[in-house]
């Protein structure tokens, strides 16, 4: 069967590009009368590169916003770099040109400057390190005793390795703050010391956002134990106290009375009132 081509087989503009240049390489002669020379010319100059181009284009838009939804998705993609800060933190090991491991970012440059002056006098003196940490939340364990243990058995492994260590965690979404240590360590600060400074120096003054002071208050209280001086104290605790809202039994009765007085008042008029004005108004009719 012979094919037939006709100006109307160019309509169609989404027609297979490959079909229709396969029929016009192919010309019937028995249709000279619909296609004459020009036909040939025309393929050769590619007639259907017209056709084409809006293809073209929209697969070249379709990537282009294809790449912008990527691009799009990965800037607005929500990073949560505190979910894996503690693990960090264990990695990482201790400080070596520092005490201090700020993963929360709660502590300036003069609280680093001098818990770096004391705590490196502490340990050229007395060969004890202690080493602050702050986080910003937990998730490995259940509160900073933990994890303050679990970083101390990281970071030495051995008990000669942390026999003379400290370290003190500070977390601030849970105002909460621990200290642990070796057996030295502990010796050294004594019980009294290292539960006054995670009751009162941590926990009061992370409650009030003072990060920094709660951090260099518990370095100063713990070197002065180790030292053997009196010690300087935690922060002044608000009197939470409040006064009562409960009044006594007296003040009760009495209430109650004059209460009573005042409902059967306000009963009367509602009543005696309104019919008052609705006799008025029968008689004067």
Not at 274 to 284: I, L, T
Request: charged residues 25%; contains cysteine.
């Amino acid at each position: 069967m012979e094919t037939i081509l006709s100006p109307h087989s160019f309509t169609p503009l989404f027609t297979n590009t490959k079909t229709l240049l396969s029929q016009t390489h192919k010309p019937n002669k028995s249709n000279s009368l619909f296609f004459t020379n020009p036909i040939s010319c025309s393929i050769k100059n590619d007639p259907f590169k017209s056709f084409a181009t809006p293809t073209s284009l929209s697969c070249n838009l379709q990537h282009g916003l294809a790449a912008l939804a990527i691009s799009l998705a990965l800037s607005f993609t929500p990073v949560f770099p505190s979910l894996a800060s503690e693990f960090d933190v264990l990695n990482d090991g201790p400080p070596k040109e520092t005490y201090v491991v700020d993963d929360a970012g709660v502590l300036n440059r003069v609280t680093k400057s001098d818990l770096k002056r004391l705590l490196s006098d502490l340990e050229s003196r007395k060969n004890f390190r202690i080493n602050f940490i702050t986080v910003r939340k937990l998730t490995s364990k259940a509160d900073a005793f933990e994890y303050a243990d679990q970083v101390l058995e990281r970071w030495y492994p051995s008990v000669e390795d942390g026999n003379n260590k400290g370290i003190v965690v500070l977390v601030t979404s849970q105002k909460e703050g621990a200290v642990t240590g070796g057996p030295d360590f502990v010796k050294a600060v004594g019980d009294t010391i290292l539960d006054a400074t995670v009751s009162e120096n941590l926990p009061v003054l992370a409650v009030d956002e003072k990060y920094n002071e709660a951090v260099y208050s518990s370095a100063k209280r713990l070197v002065a134990a180790i030292d053997g001086l009196p010690d300087p104290g935690g922060p002044a605790v608000k009197d939470s106290k409040r006064e009562s809202n409960f009044k006594t039994k007296e003040e009760t009765e009495e209430k109650r009375g004059q209460f009573s007085l005042v409902v059967g008042g306000l009963l009367v008029i509602a009543f005696v009132v309104p019919m008052a004005q609705y006799y008025a108004y029968v008689s004067r009719k």
